[in-house]
C-alpha cells in the first residue's frame, strides 16, 4: 500500500472555492468530489500531491482557510 | 516485433491501443486479445490502416499479427471502424451533451466548479461515453479552462469521441484556440447522439 495523493475537505462550500483560487496560483491542485469514504464535509475537495502539503499548509494558514488534510491510499 | 497486451479491456480500448502504436510509425504489430468481438474490431481498424492481419488462437484468448501492407491509410474507414468499437462499451453506448460552460443556473462560479468536478469524475470512472458533445458556451470548455481542458484530454486519452461545434467556436472568435477536441458540425454531433443509446445533457 502507498499513499496515491492527498485531499484537503472543507466544511463550507466557499472555502473549498476561495483555496482552490489561492492555491491555484502557486501549485497544481485539483477540485474534485469529496471521496466516498470521507462522506462529513462540504462536498468539494481539492486533490494534491502529497509531498506538496507543507507548502498546501502553509497557504491556507496564511490566508485563514480552515481545512482538513487526508492521505488517500491505494 | 511490438507486443500489444489488450486482454481484459473492453472495447474500444484494444482498437484505441492499437491505433496508438499505428500511429507511433508501427509498420508490424502483434495485439493479444481476450474476446472475439475485439478480434473484430481490431481486425477491422488494421485493414482501414492497410494492414494484413494474420489471426491465430493462444491460451487465453486471440493473437493478431498486423503487417503493413505500404497502402494509404482509408481516413472514413479509420473512422467508422473507431465509432464502431465505442458501441460495444458496456452499458451501451451513451453521449454527453454540454451546451454551457457551468452546471444548472445560479452562482456562476459555484456552476463552474461543479463542471469541473463532473469531467474530473467522469474521467476517472470506468464506464466512459462514446462521445463527448459541446455547443454554445459549453465549447469553451476545451478552449479557455485549463482543468477542464485537462479532464477532457485525459477521456479523449481513454478513446472518448469528443467534438467540438465550429460555429460556436467561429461565433466566439474561438477557432484558432481550441486545445482539445475535434472541430465538428451539426451533422455530425446529431449522428452521434442517434447513435447513443442515451444522452446526457449538461
Given at each position: ?31 474534485m468530489p469529496v471521496p466516498r469514504q470521507f462522506s462529513a464535509s462540504c462536498g468539494i475537495s481539492l486533490r494534491f500531491a502529497t509531498e506538496l502539503r507543507p507548502q498546501v499548509e502553509d497557504l491556507l494558514q496564511q490566508n485563514n482557510i480552515p481545512g482538513r488534510i487526508e492521505a488517500l491510499i491505494s | 516485433m511490438k507486443i500489444v497486451d489488450a486482454k481484459g ?194
Open positions: 500500500m502507498s499513499i496515491a495523493y492527498s485531499v484537503i475537505l472543507f466544511d463550507s462550500t466557499h472555502d473549498a472555492i476561495r483555496a482552490e483560487k489561492v492555491l491555484k496560483k502557486e501549485l497544481p491542485v485539483t477540485l | 479491456k473492453n472495447c474500444p480500448i484494444p482498437v484505441v491501443m492499437t491505433k496508438k502504436e499505428i500511429d507511433a510509425g508501427a509498420k508490424e504489430l502483434m495485439v493479444e486479445v481476450d474476446n472475439p468481438i475485439a478480434v473484430q474490431n481490431v481486425s477491422r481498424l488494421a485493414t482501414a490502416m492497410s494492414f494484413d492481419v494474420a489471426t491465430e488462437e493462444i491460451d487465453g484468448g486471440f493473437r493478431l499479427t498486423l503487417t503493413s501492407n505500404g497502402a494509404a491509410a482509408d481516413d472514413n474507414a479509420v473512422k467508422e471502424a473507431i465509432v464502431s468499437a465505442q458501441q460495444c462499451a458496456p452499458g451501451g453506448s451513451w453521449a454527453v451533451f454540454v451546451g454551457r460552460d457551468v452546471i444548472g443556473s445560479g452562482d456562476r462560479e459555484l456552476g463552474s466548479s461543479l463542471m469541473k468536478m463532473f469531467f474530473y469524475t467522469l474521467s476517472e470512472s470506468d464506464d466512459l461515453p462514446t462521445n463527448i458533445l459541446l455547443m454554445n458556451d459549453g465549447v469553451k470548455l476545451a478552449v479557455n479552462n485549463p482543468d477542464t481542458i485537462e479532464h477532457l484530454q485525459t477521456l479523449v486519452n481513454k478513446g472518448v469521441e469528443l467534438l467540438v461545434c465550429g460555429t460556436c467556436l467561429n461565433f466566439y472568435g474561438l477557432s484558432e484556440e481550441l486545445k482539445v477536441g475535434t472541430v465538428s458540425n451539426m451533422y455530425d454531433i446529431l449522428s452521434r447522439m442517434q447513435a447513443a443509446t442515451k444522452v446526457i445533457s449538461l
